[in-house]
């Protein structure tokens, strides 16, 4: 009878060493399996929500086999209340500890919001409200005071958050740009160079023209010439809340407006758009030129011009590139 015990007791303990080694091979199996994740999953852990409701989310979007071994392995682990919230990138295979390390480590994902260079406070607003991860209003803010650029967020961060970036990032560039400005320069203070600035950015989408643009405008300053600049115009009738839809007509230049520089001498009351980087430094340090006029090339570009019959000229081959 001992024999046949004790050869029981042999027979169950291997049956539980095996059934040990098969569990613990299927647990590894669990955590080391890896799922497949074919293009970029961005996955959001709203606050307060619970382990249950996390493991259900993940399973969803297939990072793990199936919510009970996330759950599980989180409760073992002692990770859900390390689990932080907002949205999450995987772009490779996780596996499952893969998962719980990164929901554990804060590294949430920042979406992107891109403002074109030379966008009006309008136009600035209305690319926030149409973002659909932003919440709340924006309140209205001064024309040329946000520096349009690529700003990245959180999702349901405040659109007037991102506003508060984008003055931020332009006070710090306008100080850079007034701190390295040409000793000569003919301006008061940094707004008027952030006017200059946002005319130039109007004038010229071909980056290295805008250091002689700005050369032009800074001449006829000098000169006590008007600035004649189209732009000015054109945000003299629309304030830069609508586009203009057609030319703009030889009546136009007759607009009683501060803003026109066909009319009023010296710079626009305000900017007429929110200028870019490249156009507040060009506005600083303009190139060395004798150039008072200019005129588009008709291939994107402008041909300028020392005087006014250099510049007629210029006039009359452009009218005849655009019949």
Same mark, same amino acid.
């Given at each position: 009878?001992?024999?046949?015990?004790?050869?029981?007791?042999?027979?169950?303990?291997?049956?539980?060493?095996?059934?040990?080694?098969?569990? &613990?091979?299927?647990?590894?199996?669990?955590?080391?399996?890896?799922?497949?994740?074919?293009?970029?999953?961005? +996955?959001?852990?709203?606050?307060?929500?619970?382990?249950?409701?996390?493991?259900?989310?993940?399973?969803?979007?297939?990072?793990?086999?199936?919510?009970?071994?996330?759950?599980?392995?989180?409760?073992?682990? #002692?990770?859900?209340?390390?689990?932080?919230?907002?949205?999450?990138?995987? /772009?490779?295979?996780?596996?499952?500890?893969?998962?719980?390390?990164?929901?554990?480590?804060?590294?949430?994902?920042?979406?992107?919001?891109?403002?074109?260079? *030379?966008?009006?406070? $309008?136009?600035?607003?209305?690319?926030?409200?149409?973002?659909?991860?932003?919440?709340?209003?924006?309140?209205?803010?001064?024309?040329?005071?946000?520096?349009?650029?690529?700003?990245?967020?959180?999702?349901?961060?405040?659109?007037?958050?991102? +506003? $508060?970036?984008?003055?931020?990032?332009?006070?710090?560039?306008? /100080?850079?740009?007034?701190?390295?400005?040409?000793?000569?320069?003919?301006?008061?203070?940094?707004?008027?160079? @952030?006017?200059?600035?946002?005319?130039?950015? #109007?004038?010229?989408?071909?980056?290295?023209?805008?250091?002689?643009?700005?050369?032009?405008?800074?001449?006829?300053?000098?000169?006590?010439?008007?600035?004649?600049?189209?732009?000015?115009?054109?945000?003299?009738?629309? @304030?830069?809340?609508?586009?203009?839809?057609?030319?703009?007509?030889?009546?136009?230049?007759?607009?009683?407006?501060?803003?026109?520089? &066909? #009319?009023?001498?010296?710079?626009?009351? $305000?900017?007429?758009?929110?200028?870019?980087?490249?156009?507040?430094?060009?506005?600083?340090?303009? /190139? #060395?030129?004798?150039?008072?006029?200019?005129?588009?090339? *008709?291939?994107?570009?402008?041909?300028?011009?020392? $005087?006014?019959?250099?510049?007629?000229?210029?006039?009359?081959?452009?009218?005849?590139?655009?019949?």
């Amino acid at each position: 009878m001992l024999k046949k015990g004790l050869l029981l007791f042999k027979i169950v303990v291997l049956l539980f060493g095996i059934t040990a080694v098969l569990l &613990y091979g299927h647990i590894q199996h669990i955590l080391s399996e890896k799922q497949p994740v074919p293009q970029e999953v961005v +996955v959001q852990i709203q606050n307060g929500a619970s382990l249950k409701q996390i493991a259900a989310v993940l399973a969803e979007n297939k990072l793990v086999a199936k919510p009970e071994y996330f759950y599980w392995y989180a409760k073992i682990n #002692k990770i859900y209340p390390k689990i932080k919230a907002g949205e999450y990138l995987f /772009d490779n295979d996780v596996a499952l500890k893969d998962v719980a390390d990164l929901l554990t480590s804060g590294k949430i994902y920042f979406r992107k919001i891109t403002f074109p260079e *030379g966008i009006t406070a $309008t136009e600035f607003k209305q690319i926030l409200l149409e973002n659909e991860f932003l919440s709340g209003e924006v309140a209205d803010f001064a024309e040329g005071s946000v520096l349009p650029e690529t700003y990245y967020f959180s999702r349901g961060q405040t659109r007037q958050s991102i +506003v $508060t970036q984008a003055q931020t990032a332009l006070n710090k560039t306008l /100080d850079e740009a007034w701190d390295g400005r040409d000793a000569d320069l003919p301006l008061k203070n940094k707004q008027e160079l @952030l006017i200059l600035a946002s005319i130039v950015e #109007k004038e010229t989408g071909v980056a290295n023209e805008r250091p002689q643009v700005a050369s032009v405008f800074v001449n006829r300053l000098k000169r006590d010439m008007l600035l004649q600049t189209d732009p000015t115009v054109i945000y003299a009738l629309t @304030l830069g809340k609508t586009e203009l839809g057609r030319p703009l007509r030889y009546k136009d230049l007759e607009t009683d407006s501060p803003y026109n520089t &066909y #009319k009023y001498a010296g710079l626009p009351p $305000t900017p007429i758009c929110n200028a870019g980087r490249a156009a507040i430094m060009a506005a600083a340090r303009p /190139d #060395k030129t004798p150039y008072l006029y200019f005129v588009a090339s *008709g291939n994107g570009g402008h041909n300028f011009a020392c $005087t006014l019959s250099e510049h007629n000229a210029n006039v009359r081959n452009w009218r005849r590139v655009n019949k």
